[in-house]
């Protein structure tokens, strides 16, 4: 009989610490339905604390949420906790995950704790934590470079003051699987009491081990992991959901536990995050990448069409690779564009949104004969979601581009309903268009980042382009999609302008306890 491993997912947390990576509050609620549709244990929805932005977003997503524990990082402090039991309040499963650092480092020269006080605040913290829920979590910060005895001594202590979860991060990325596998192993042993609470895993991928050394953990004892999309996350990223699922499902000869992952939903939740971060999925990225299921030598062409297990050790539509397929045409209809929107997780807010996008739709389905899932996130993905936050809007476009001479583009905005006209040349067509756009909105923004990717196959595909703008401290990804790449270039960059104008205030306070 396999063990239960607790897939916990902080995509929206630690993901979401990648630089660039931050999500609106709409897209969060987009990803954690994902999330929950491909049966996370716990989502961790973000870090309460750190902006009222965070809060409000973790509270909706505690509402929206049934089939997932819906959790909220804190440092081990009061007000932290306060906010952290707050904003999980609406959940039917809830859950405060607390920390605080216990390396020597870490105490002596960020904290400037001695370990009994660090003991101490970290008992007073569970206490705190389990007057919301009794689900609450507690992580020793840089345990990965902390000493056993220490480890021994607080965990053993916040165990008694209550915690059902005892954490044990990686936090740097400095562990080697078999040294990572023996500490998880002696904290098992040593702990007393420890097989009360559910040991879990965190680790950070800056050698490029983080999968490494969760699934040694795993084998160590470890009963939940942590992990995100796509490896995303501080620095290197976190340990990628997709590869620690995979590997235990694919090697169950191996592994004593399963999760309850429904893996088909894999594929999609990777490109539905990396669509809203702008972080692309490099090709031979395991499982969700895409040649990770292509064979370009003719030996291996050859013996996959003879016996498929001859080059493949996992089937490409397990893990949601099949879901590529015609869905919707030009003679779709509003309640099938509706109902397919629901299938994939999609929930417009108002029916002015759902109308909005069903023109957009048929203006698509005009120009591209097949679309396709991937198309229809793209299609919703921009301004279609959020129109109250649509300050800047494309009206027109024009761009001439000829050989020879140099590219000039013409725009019409609406500015917080006002329509506005603007021209400019440039190196290039989207150069053109971007300046005669900041002709307008004088948005003094830095281009960070322009990226355009082909969301299906064919000429006639969306091309999907990320626009990352940072201005003021704030750094602001944005997306557009369209079959001509001008027009997704332009809806991007106003995608990003958008959200930079929104007031939220989203500036980070992460660091001290
Ligand atoms: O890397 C880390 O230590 C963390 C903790 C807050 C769990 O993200
Ligand atoms: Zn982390």
């Not at 902006?51 to 990082?73: M, N, Q």
């Not at 705190?128 to 609450?136: F, N, P």
């Not at 064979?295 to 297990?309: C, P, T, Y």
């Not at 557009?480 to 929104?502: E, F």
Request: proline fraction near 3%; aromatic fraction near 6%; include cysteine.
């Amino acid at each position: 009989m396999k063990q239960h491993l607790v897939i916990f997912d902080t995509t929206l947390r630690d993901g979401e610490q990648s630089p660039g990576a931050s999500m609106t509050r709409e897209e969060k609620i987009r990803v954690a339905r994902q999330l929950e549709k491909m049966r996370v244990d716990v989502i961790e929805a973000g870090f309460a604390a750190a902006s009222p932005g965070d809060f409000d977003a973790i509270h909706a997503i505690a509402h929206t949420i049934k089939e997932s524990t819906v959790c909220s990082l804190a440092r081990a402090n009061e007000n932290d906790i306060r906010r952290a039991g707050e904003a999980i309040k609406p959940a039917k499963s809830g859950r405060v995950h607390t920390f605080i650092a216990t390396s020597p480092i870490h105490m002596e020269k960020k904290l400037r704790m001695s370990p009994d006080q660090v003991v101490e605040q970290a008992i007073r913290a569970i206490g705190w934590a389990r007057e919301y829920t009794d689900d609450v979590e507690f992580s020793a910060e840089d345990a990965g470079r902390s000493e056993l005895d220490f480890l021994c001594r607080i965990f053993e202590q916040v165990i008694k003051a209550g915690a059902t979860t005892i954490n044990v991060p990686d936090t740097v990325g400095y562990n080697i699987p078999y040294q990572y596998a023996e500490t998880i192993r002696q904290l098992i042993e040593r702990v007393p009491n420890s097989d009360r609470v559910i040991w879990s895993v965190h680790c950070h991928n800056d050698l490029g081990l983080a999968v490494s050394n969760s699934l040694a953990a795993v084998l160590a004892g470890a009963r939940q992991v942590e992990c995100t999309i796509n490896g995303l996350g501080e620095r290197a990223g976190n340990a990628s959901l997709e590869e620690v699922v995979m590997a235990v499902r694919t090697r169950s000869d191996v592994f004593p536990v399963e999760t309850r992952i429904d893996t088909t939903q894999i594929v999609p939740a990777s490109k539905l995050v990396s669509q809203i971060t702008g972080y692309p999925v490099q090709p031979n990225k395991a499982v969700v990448g895409a040649n990770a299921f292509a064979h370009e030598a003719g030996i291996h062409q050859d013996g996959v069409l003879k016996h498929r297990e001859t080059y493949e050790i996992m089937r490409a539509e397990d893990v949601g690779w099949a879901q590529n397929k015609l869905v919707l045409g030009k003679h779709s209809g509003r309640n099938a564009f509706k109902a397919r929107l629901q299938q994939i997780g999609i929930e417009l807010e108002s029916d002015e949104a759902l109308n909005a996008a069903f023109a957009r739709f048929k203006e698509l389905a005009d120009r591209k004969h097949e679309i396709f899932d991937e198309d229809l996130h793209a299609l919703v993905s921009d301004e279609v979601v959020t129109p109250e936050h649509e300050h800047y809007k494309l009206i027109y476009s024009h761009v001439c581009s000829e050989t020879g001479e140099m590219p000039h583009a013409r725009v019409i905005l609406s500015v917080g309903g006002v329509e506005r006209k603007g021209e400019a040349s440039g190196g290039g067509p989207v150069d053109a268009t971007f300046k005669a756009i900041e002709r307008i909105a004088k948005s003094g923004a830095e281009l960070l980042l322009y990226s355009v990717n082909a969301i299906t196959t064919g000429t006639d595909a969306q091309g999907e382009v990320t626009t990352r703008l940072a201005k003021a401290g704030r750094i602001v990804n944005g997306n557009g999609a369209d079959t001509d790449i001008v027009i997704a270039s332009a809806r991007s960059y106003l995608n990003a302008l958008n959200k930079l104008h929104s007031s939220l205030d989203r500036v980070r306070a992460q660091g001290d306890v």
